[in-house]
T-cell receptor, first 113, second 118 residues
Framework: RKEVEQDPGPFNVPEGATVAFNCTYSNSASQSFFWYRQDCRKEPKLLMSVYSSGNEDGRFTAQLNRASQYISLLIRDSKLSDSATYLCVVNGGRGSTLGRLYFGRGTQLTVWP | DAGVIQSPRHEVTEMGQEVTLRCKPISGHDYLFWYRQTMMRGLELLIYFNNNVPIDDSGMPEDRFSAKMPNASFSTLKIQPSEPRDSAVYFC????????????????FGPGTRLTVL
């Protein structure tokens, strides 16, 4: 079983739409959770960290459900510039894997005018 | 402040040749990671270092791949001999500090080296 699983999409939505991405992770000991964004032919960049209580950054809202080992990202009022691949990321949890991050395959989003 | 620096940005080589990729982490960061990304396999961790010491190299595909970190500001990933299936984008990333918090676990990626082996 993969450490992090995401729906690869693609999600094609019009400008102004609300879109939600989900991912699940397998290691119950994971402590840190993130969403990274990757534009075409660019490097992954941190979009936002995910706090236990959930957090919001402008149009972006991240939620964590530890019991279900589930992370979500909600994008409201989508912009053309939101078109990218969104990577769900968790840390290793403990022991020798604590220092590393596990990346999902990513969910591709295209926002059309 | 400079981010992670990688060179070259693009490399085209022929099968059998040696390839060396270079990375300079963000100053003060004591973890360095090498990843490979392909359409088929996504982002894969190859190896990572803590304070210049390799911690986990289980992702290194085979003996043709080797990585070194001679000092805190420089690392290399070498492929010898290269094969067409090594074609991918290779990313270097760095982070600071002891793991376990959101701020210290955040990794910062370089722009990548796009490798094509003919």
């Amino acid at each position: 079983r993969k450490e992090v699983e995401q729906d690869p999409g693609p999600f094609n939505v019009p400008e102004g739409a609300t879109v939600a991405f989900n991912c699940t992770y397998s290691n119950s000991a994971s402590q840190s959770f993130f969403w990274y964004r990757q534009d075409c032919r660019k490097e992954p960049k941190l979009l936002m960290s995910v706090y236990s209580s959930g957090n919001e950054d402008g149009r972006f809202t991240a939620q964590l459900n530890r019991a279900s080992q589930y992370i979500s990202l909600l994008i409201r009022d989508s912009k053309l510039s939101d078109s990218a691949t969104y990577l769900c990321v968790v840390n290793g949890g403990r022991g020798s894997t604590l220092g590393r991050l596990y990346f999902g395959r990513g969910t591709q989003l295209t926002v059309w005018p | 402040d400079a981010g992670v620096i990688q060179s070259p940005r693009h490399e085209v080589t022929e099968m059998g040749q040696e390839v060396t990729l270079r990375c300079k982490p963000i100053s003060g960061h004591d973890y360095l990671f090498w990843y490979r990304q392909t359409m088929m396999r996504g982002l894969e961790l190859l190896i990572y270092f803590n304070n210049n010491v390799p911690i986990d190299d289980s992702g290194m595909p085979e003996d043709r791949f080797s990585a070194k970190m001679p000092n805190a500001s420089f690392s290399t990933l070498k492929i010898q001999p290269s094969e067409p299936r090594d074609s991918a984008v290779y990313f270097c990333a760095s982070r600071i500090g002891t793991s376990g918090t959101l701020s210290t676990d955040t990794q910062y990626f370089g722009p990548g080296t796009r490798l094509t082996v003919l």
